[in-house]
């Protein structure tokens, strides 16, 4: 007869036991968890997408727009060297994946080589990756400079640009208050993202869409409006329109005063005097001691407060804003400013995202699969149970109990884990009554 130890005998019952302990909290709502005493496992099985229901999008990052802020922060960079080393220059232009100019005087050709050899270099610095290098510099005689993106680099920018917009799209996501929200990356430039159990499809898009860079700007009173929208604005400025129903047009200069960069905080609110919905807002150090100056210099002028390109406010500077909060104001309703204040705190992508692929499962879709499943497994593990008990009787019945066991220590580990249970897993589940019937 077979002995085996009172230890192992135990060791057995009491993992069982805990298998089982975990596996409670899922034949229970959440209201009736949260009345039973401490001790008991709260952690329940999280149901994947084909179950409860939620939202699937594919979104592609720009990467157009990823090459044209590149390479229009690298003219920047030119010309502000350029400036520095008092070197003249004409035609300085971005176009493509290249910024070109001409020196004023061919003279110039070895210095501004000199000037400009620090863009090569800081380019094969930001490169994490085995030095790669972003920028390549050509030049002729005639001091005609052409300073390029190489392939390596804008391949590198365009991958950081995408793990930067999964990071953001979490962060956007996770203020939603949505649980076990799948984001990974496809490929060179794409997200998958998945939410399950989002009530509001409609809201996760409006939030993922836009790019939400704020910036900052002075309005430029003394521009002639009309002249600007003809295509004729005065030199360092653009035109830019409210979102209001006809859009106003604003003559904004280009220099950003303050960008989003700089929040540290942003929360919806109401203004007290109209109880409006308004978005409050707080600054970091640097951003408040620049709005401040700003501010201070810049009495009676009208800035714009710009949101992806669209004027969304532009107050009148009463007064020097020296603490570093303001509010934002744009005949909001409740949810937008909810959602742009969940905009605010989560970040600016690094680029727009294109949703080209969308699919929405119902909860009632949901329930049919789980039922489903639920059914599926019930009925395979009863047939196998069966099957094991007409075969070998007694043994069938012991067989049967491991089984048993087994499934409660997997679903109690899988509760354990917050594990995400979907479709395929209930297969898995079904497929391991199988492979236990055999180890049994």
């Known amino acids: 007869m077979l002995h085996f130890p009172k230890w192992k005998i135990g060791l057995i019952l009491i993992t069982a ?26 952690n329940q099985l999280v149901l994947g997408l084909d179950l409860q229901g939620g939202s699937h999008l594919l979104l592609q990052v ?39 100019f001409n020196l004023r005087d061919a003279a110039d050709l070895d210095k501004a080589k000199s000037t400009l050899r620090e863009l090569e270099s800081a380019g094969v610095q930001a490169i994490l990756s085995g030095n790669v290098r972003e920028v390549s510099m050509t030049s002729t005689d005639a001091g005609q400079f052409t300073l ?37 990356r496809q490929g060179a430039d794409r997200i998958l993202v998945q939410v399950p159990g989002l009530q509001d499809p409609q809201r996760l898009k409006d939030i993922l869409g836009q790019t939400a860079k704020m910036t900052f700007r002075l309005v430029d009173v003394t521009a002639n409006t009309q002249q600007a929208i003809e295509g004729r604005p005065p030199p360092g400025t653009e035109v830019l329109y409210s979102k209001d129903d006809p859009p106003v047009p604003y003559v904004v ?31 970091d150090s640097t951003g408040a001691r620049r709005f401040g100056q ?29 603490g570093g909060t303001g509010q934002i104001s744009g005949n909001f309703t409740v949810d937008e400013a909810n959602n742009l204040a969940i905009l605010l705190r989560a970040g600016a992508l690094p680029a727009p995202l294109t949703i080209i692929e969308e699919r929405t499962v119902g909860p ?12 599926a497994a019930i009925i395979a593990t009863v047939l196998v149970i069966i099957f094991m008990i007409l075969a070998y009787h007694l043994f069938g019945i012991i067989s049967a109990v491991a089984l048993m066991t087994n499934i409660g220590l997997l679903l109690g580990i899988l509760s354990l884990l917050q594990a995400t249970l979907t479709l395929p897993g209930i297969a898995g589940i079904v497929l391991t009554v199988g492979m236990a019937v055999d180890a049994n």
Do not use: C, M
């Open 253 to 283: 200069e280009t220099r950003v005063l303050v960008s989003g960069e700089n929040l540290v905080d942003a929360q919806p609110g109401f203004d007290q005097r109209t109880n409006e919905a308004i978005v409050t807002f707080r600054f």
């Open 148 to 184: 390029t993106l190489t392939p390596e680099g804008i391949q590198h920018r365009i991958s950081a640009a995408v793990e930067q917009s999964i990071e953001i799209v979490r962060r956007r996501i996770d203020e939603l208050g949505t649980t076990e929200p799948n984001i990974q």
């Open 62 to 100: 720009d990467t157009d727009a990823v090459v044209k802020e590149r390479v229009d922060a690298l003219r920047d960079d030119i010309r502000r060297l350029l400036r520095d080393a008092r070197i003249g220059y004409v035609n300085l232009r971005a176009s493509g994946d290249k910024a070109t």
């Open 17 to 42: 036991l805990v298998g089982f302990l975990l596996v409670i909290p899922n034949f229970f709502d959440k209201d009736t968890l949260a009345t039973l005493p401490g001790w008991v496992p709260k």
């Open 364 to 375: 009632g879709l949901g329930a049919d699969s789980i039922k489903a499943g639920e059914e």
């Open 294 to 322: 700003v501010t201070q210099q810049n009495v009676g002028r009208p800035f714009a407060i710009v949101l992806d390109n669209e004027v969304i406010s532009a107050p009148v500077i009463r007064e020097p804003i020296l």
